[in-house]
């Protein structure tokens, strides 16, 4: 499971209060990011990590900020949530892979258990 | 990003071999294609991926067509445990390793 942790696991909040979410790894891999899931859809990128302090949107980052102060944790901050973010969300890792059977090295990503958030 | 296309849903029995289509028409020369699938009440978990050959791992197989306009992801004996959700995504070769979700395929296996 390359070490990722996600807390909580469940959350039910009320609209416009301040939530954030922790992924935690634990092999210090330079990428980190935040995706939702919702009903119906696929997973769908909400911000990324690349490094300490580097950080950039993904395709639905309105109503979301994210700060990386330390290689092992990406915090997901909802600044005041709204009903419309009441979703699952998951915290995955890129890690570098060899291939066994030869050839070029590729980059696999390793998700989270998720959590799940519930804003009234 | 470039577009896939999958069927919403197939059905298998068990044991039998199941071929999960993938359109891609738009993709770039430098698009590498990838497989995850998600089981239920989990995160995806990636299956396998290629460029241009065919592709074989303890998981699966995938077969990609010359134009790479297309590629299927074959199981050769579904079990039951392949349930799940399997997602086909163009990753972009840049640096930022993000991947692209669309809807997927839910894969029923039938004992």
């Known amino acids: 499971d390359a070490g990722i942790t996600q807390s909580p696991r469940h959350k039910v909040t009320e609209t416009g209060t301040p939530v954030t979410l922790r992924c935690h790894q634990t092999?210090?891999?330079?990428?980190m990011y935040w995706y939702r899931q919702d009903p119906g859809h696929g997973l769908r990128l909400i911000h990324y990590s690349y490094g300490v302090k580097d950080t950039d949107k993904g395709e639905v980052s309105d109503g979301y900020s994210v700060s990386r102060s330390k290689t092992e944790d990406f915090l997901l901050t909802l600044e005041s949530a709204t009903s419309s973010q009441t979703s699952v969300y998951f915290c995955?890792?890129?890690?570098?892979?060899?291939?066994?059977?030869?050839?070029?090295?590729?980059?696999?990503?390793?998700f989270g258990p998720g959590t799940r958030l519930t804003v009234l | 990003d470039a577009k896939t296309t999958q069927p919403n849903s197939m059905e298998s029995n068990e044991e039998e071999p199941v071929h999960l289509p993938c359109n891609h028409s738009?993709?770039?020369?430098?698009?590498?294609i990838h497989w995850y699938r998600q089981l239920p009440s989990q995160g995806p978990e990636y299956v396998i991926h290629g460029l241009t050959s065919n592709v074989n791992n303890r998981m699966a197989s995938l077969a990609i067509a010359e134009d790479r306009k297309s590629s299927t992801l074959i199981l050769h004996r579904a079990t039951l445990r392949d349930a799940a959700v399997y997602y086909c995504i163009l990753r972009e070769l840049d640096n930022t390793d993000k991947l692209i979700f669309g809807t997927g395929t839910r894969l029923q296996v039938f004992p």
């Open positions: 092999e210090n891999h330079r990428y």
């Open positions: 738009t993709i770039s020369g430098t698009d590498y």
């Open positions: 995955a890792i890129s890690v570098i892979r060899d291939r066994t059977s030869g050839g070029a090295v590729y980059n696999e990503q390793f």
